[in-house]
């Protein structure tokens, strides 16, 4: 099973930015794609963008698109996540995620077999 590493959360004041990395055990996101979700306080884990081999991406949520970019380096097996512009809504714990074998990382949960542990962004007004 592939193994992921989050790393790169932090607190930040409203209009800060963070990288987030995702580094792989495998080269997944050359091969297939993987994604990036987070989820908020008292809410449901939501998907925020997939990355394809590609290298093109989808974003899900609205709210993030022109703020967020992912991006991959596949020589390191490793996934970005640059957020600029940070507001208090972006709080949760963010989550990089692999899919299972010849799944297309949309937005669902069950698409996915690997999680990284999590990594806190906190956002303050």
């Known amino acids: 099973q592939v193994q992921l590493m989050e790393s790169g959360g932090g607190s930040v004041q409203a209009g800060g930015s963070l990288r987030l990395s995702c580094a792989a055990s495998?080269?997944?996101?050359?091969?297939?794609?993987m994604a990036w979700f987070r989820q908020a306080p008292g809410k449901e884990r939501e998907a925020v963008v997939s990355?394809?081999?590609?290298?093109?991406?989808?974003y899900y949520i609205d709210s993030v698109k022109g703020r967020f970019t992912v991006s991959q380096d596949s020589a390191v097996n490793t996934v970005y996540l640059q957020m600029n512009n940070l507001q208090p809504e972006d709080t949760a714990v963010y989550y990089c995620?692999?899919?299972?074998?010849?799944?297309?990382?949309?937005?669902?949960?069950?698409?996915?077999?690997?999680w990284g542990q999590g990594t806190q962004v906190t956002v303050s007004s």
């Open positions: 995620a692999s899919p299972k074998p010849q799944w297309q990382c949309g937005p669902a949960e069950y698409e996915y077999k690997s």
């Open positions: 990355i394809y081999a590609d290298g093109r991406a989808t």
């Open positions: 495998e080269a997944t996101v050359r091969k297939q794609c």
